[in-house]
């Protein structure tokens, strides 16, 4: 029989937010078209001689970074094994701000899937899942996740509502 583990303890580290995402990638060229000039973020900078640039939502020095990979890899992964799953942006709180991404993304030669009411999902030039998503309770902020041991658990299935 297994010991459980410890109840909780004070913690000692806070995550606050987020800061931001970094991705390996194969074309830094197609990757700063995506996300420079597709979705829209701006470019900050660059680093390692070149082989990485920065882009940020305007809240952030970098919200994103994309840097060259070194070696050749698999490629996008079958959907549900461990890895990255997706990356999500908040492009608005009205549908309407969510069909005019979506336009935007067509007119970029771009094809989104899983569409629901608040949101879409594109794929980057290396195949990484990108959402872009609406706030459609009108608070500006982004959705909250319960902080329960139970809300957290791996055994969980509710999906938080947007």
């Not at 583990?5 to 991705?23: D, F, I, Q, T």
């Not at 701006?42 to 994309?66: N, Y």
């Not at 996008?76 to 990356?87: A, D, M, N, R, S």
């Not at 909250?144 to 299935?157: G, L, M, V």
Request: charged share 25%.
């Amino acid at each position: 029989m297994e010991t459980p583990p410890p109840g909780p303890a004070a913690p000692s580290l806070k995550v606050r937010e987020l800061g931001h995402v970094s991705l390996f990638v194969r074309d830094l060229d197609a990757s700063r078209r995506f996300y420079r000039d597709t979705l829209g973020l701006t470019e900050v900078g660059t680093g390692k001689g070149g082989r990485i640039v920065f882009f940020s939502a305007g809240r952030h020095h970098h919200d994103v970074s994309c840097e060259l990979a070194r070696a050749a890899g698999p490629g996008p992964q079958p959907t549900g094994v461990p890895g990255l799953y997706h990356i999500a942006f908040l492009v608005g709180d009205a549908p309407d701000d969510l069909a005019a991404a979506r336009r935007w993304v067509q007119a970029h030669g771009l094809e989104p899937f899983g569409e629901t009411d608040g949101s879409f999902s594109l794929r980057d030039p290396d195949g990484h899942e990108i959402e872009i998503y609406v706030d459609l309770r009108g608070s500006g902020r982004t959705r909250q996740i319960a902080a329960s041991p139970t809300a957290s658990a791996p055994t969980a299935n509710a999906k938080a509502p947007r």
